[in-house]
């Protein structure tokens, strides 16, 4: 198979990926907690490379001990998980840059773990992407509506007597993994772009909340392979046209609701008019 072709399988395995993991972050606000975790387990990958390990292990391993840190440092008070997400995202990058200056023969291409590399990628990557779809698509079939509901009424979750931290645990689980496995196919830098730009792009286009995850999805993986398409034919970095697909989806998504509640408005003050020249009319004639 050709180094295209398993890019685009990986580009579209990414797109489906973030109908579901690109929502959990943008209905529950997390887009700088998956920020700060993409660029923070960079040393991870810098780490394992220097033991001759898969860098792909190395930021998985890293990026759960980061969320852990994460989830203590927020609970340390006057603080919060803004500010926790920006302390470890400054020491993940700060670490990996050091880790890299420190080693200048790594034989590694560290440029790939910030922007990713489309067309490098492997058919263990794909695999580990599959896997890591499926299961998200089995937990959000299991516990989706009991993820909505905390998600937009945590308080009305817990007096209906669920617990807090098996949904945050669920949700912290699914956007590290999603946030890990998108790493060789647009890095750290731009891999939270695909995840969250076709999810943000949906939630300004979709009528109800239940459609974001589908039309998300749809998004993602047209995004991709569009950005795929772009680079092949303007010999022109993958990851960065990805990125800027992704970006330019959100400014359309944007234009068309802008445009549609244009329409909407000028439709419902025209439907005004009519309906004050009617009882303009019902006056007249009750009057007469």
């Keep these: 198979m050709s180094y295209f072709?398993?890019?685009?399988?990986?580009?579209?395995?990414?797109?489906?990926l973030s109908g579901i993991a690109g929502t959990l972050i943008v209905l529950r606000r997390r887009s700088f907690f998956a920020?700060?975790?993409?660029?923070?387990?960079?040393?991870?990958?810098?780490?394992?490379?220097?033991?001759?390990?898969?860098?792909?292990?190395?930021?998985?391993?890293f990026a759960v001990v980061l969320v852990l840190v994460m989830t203590a440092l927020a609970r340390v008070p006057g603080?919060?998980?803004?500010?926790?997400?920006?302390?470890?995202?400054?020491?993940?990058?700060?670490?990996?840059?050091?880790?890299t200056s420190l080693n200048p023969g790594l034989g590694v291409p560290v440029d790939?773990?910030?922007?990713?590399?489309?067309?490098?990628?492997?058919?263990?990557?794909?695999?580990?992407?599959?896997i890591v779809l499926l299961v998200t698509?089995?937990?959000?079939?299991?516990?989706?509506r009991r993820m909505l509901f905390h998600t937009f009424d945590p308080t009305g979750f817990r007096a209906a007597g669920y617990r807090q931290w098996p949904v945050e645990l669920v949700v912290t689980a699914i956007i590290t993994a999603a946030v890990v496995v998108?790493?060789?196919?647009?890095?750290?830098?731009?891999?939270?772009?695909?995840?969250?730009?076709?999810?943000?792009?949906?939630?300004?286009?979709?009528?109800?909340?239940?459609?974001?995850?589908?039309?998300?999805?749809?998004?993602?993986?047209a995004g991709g392979l569009v950005g795929l398409w772009i680079s092949r034919e303007f010999s022109v970095a993958a990851g960065g046209a990805i990125g800027l697909t992704m970006?330019?989806?959100?400014?359309?998504?944007?234009?068309?609701?802008s445009g549609l509640r244009g329409a909407n408005r000028l439709r419902a003050r025209e439907t005004r008019k009519v309906r004050y020249r009617e009882g303009d009319q019902i006056d007249v004639g009750g009057s007469a």
Excluded at 5 to 16: N, P, Q, R
Aim: aromatic letters at 6%; charged letters at 5%; proline letters at 6%.
């Design 35 to 61: 920020v700060a975790l993409s660029h923070a387990t960079f040393p991870g990958g810098v780490v394992f490379a220097i033991a001759g390990w898969n860098l792909l292990l190395g930021q998985a391993l």
């Design 79 to 99: 603080q919060g998980r803004q500010v926790a997400s920006g302390i470890v995202l400054a020491f993940g990058f700060a670490l990996g840059t050091l880790l």
């Design 182 to 221: 998108a790493m060789p196919a647009v890095g750290a830098i731009l891999g939270v772009a695909v995840l969250i730009g076709p999810a943000a792009a949906a939630r300004v286009l979709a009528p109800r909340v239940e459609w974001v995850p589908p039309i998300a999805a749809a998004l993602g993986v």
């Design 5 to 16: 072709a398993l890019a685009a399988i990986e580009l579209t395995l990414l797109g489906l």
């Design 247 to 257: 970006a330019g989806l959100f400014l359309v998504a944007l234009i068309i609701s």
């Design 112 to 130: 790939a773990l910030l922007v990713g590399s489309p067309l490098a990628v492997t058919p263990t990557d794909i695999g580990i992407t599959a």
């Design 137 to 144: 698509l089995v937990v959000a079939a299991t516990y989706g």
